[in-house]
């Protein structure tokens, strides 16, 4: 039997309601007699009710210490006043984490035998564990991290060149059931803790050969990172604090399902990330098939939210498009997607489908898929297949999903 890896499924499985996040609350909702999910302007209000909620509805774990990696190198500080050292003392822990990968308060020779005795009372440093790691022909690699409570999530590390990519987990599973995914065939379990994301990347850093460095991080793994905002933001403030990882946000990316009310809000936070949207349809009607979630936000409010994002000097709003054998590949959405992403500082990643047991997806032939994209290069746009790693592994865009044979 297969089944998902979560031992305590939280929330139970049997609200798996709840388990598909605050989304399931509006497509309940959209199909209550009366509500006709045509009329969009009238589900939002409950959408974005739900949304202010999920924070109350998918509360991250509570461990009892303190996950030293869920602090900012600030709050470090903060927390060093507050046990009674000086400040200086906050910064010494950031350098032993993100500069040494230490994992040991008691490792930490430079601060005072009693603080670090005091510290370790309080604190720990809950780094996931790699439980298994499965390389794939093409050079990439699949970790699967147990965290703290027992949840599993993947993370895929994927050489390209002169660029070292780690894709991260947002979320255990996902809630919003993009139709060609299988993690979202998991529903939501919980949602992962900042210190957890970043943990990702300690994780991954701490297996690498000697001499490779992690270049780029994209947030493109299990869940939607948008549906974790807080996490999610704190996760992209540790990794581009030059006194944490210190990484270029540049080559930070994030990808969303098309969370509007998210997107509005990461573009006031001022960091400079780029922005990956999960387009994969070219009209509402299509969408609305295969992605629910527009449903609530539909294409035209997407890419108004989309102009609006502060893109960085020299970078681009990448659209995926997951190319599904007659249901979004036609010459007619080629031009479509020319005239939609008009006026955006765009580019344009083709993803043929990736293939799952049970999907009822195809992907395109191979003459479909390049005049696809010929298409749109004519037409000025920027777009490149993504020829997705870790397909043999279970590791490619839309194949994570942890499962224990029992
Ligand atoms: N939830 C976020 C992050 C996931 S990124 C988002 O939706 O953007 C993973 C990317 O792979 C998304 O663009 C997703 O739509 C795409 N994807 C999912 N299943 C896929 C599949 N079977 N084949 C190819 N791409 C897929």
Partial sequence: MVTTSHPQAYPPASHKFWGSLCLSWYTLSQEAPGK???ERGRVRPLLLRT????????PTTRMSRQNLLDLLPSELEDLAE?????RYRGRQIASWLYGKGATDIEAMSDLPRDFRAILADRATVAVPEIERRTPSQDGSQKLVLRLEDGARIQSVLMPDADRLTLCV???VGCGFACAFCLTGTMGLERNVTA????????AARAGLEPGARITHIVYMGMGEPLANYAA???SLRLLTDPKAFGFSPRRITVSTVGLVSGIERLAKENLKVNLAISLHATNNE??????PVNKGFAIEELLEACRRFPVAFRQRITFEYVLLEGVNDSPEDSRRLVRLLKGIRAKINLIPFNDWEGSGFQRPALHRIMGFQELLLEHGIRATVRWSKGEDIGAACGQLKETVEV
């Fill in 232 to 234: 999610t933001v704190k």
């Fill in 169 to 171: 987990s947002t979320q």
């Fill in 51 to 58: 949304w202010r909620l999920e924070s109350v509805c998918y």
């Fill in 82 to 86: 507050s046990l009674g050292v000086p």
């Fill in 195 to 202: 210190g957890e994301i970043v943990g990702q990347v300690l």
């Fill in 286 to 291: 299509i969408r609305d098939r295969i992605m």
């Fill in 36 to 38: 006709d999910r045509v």
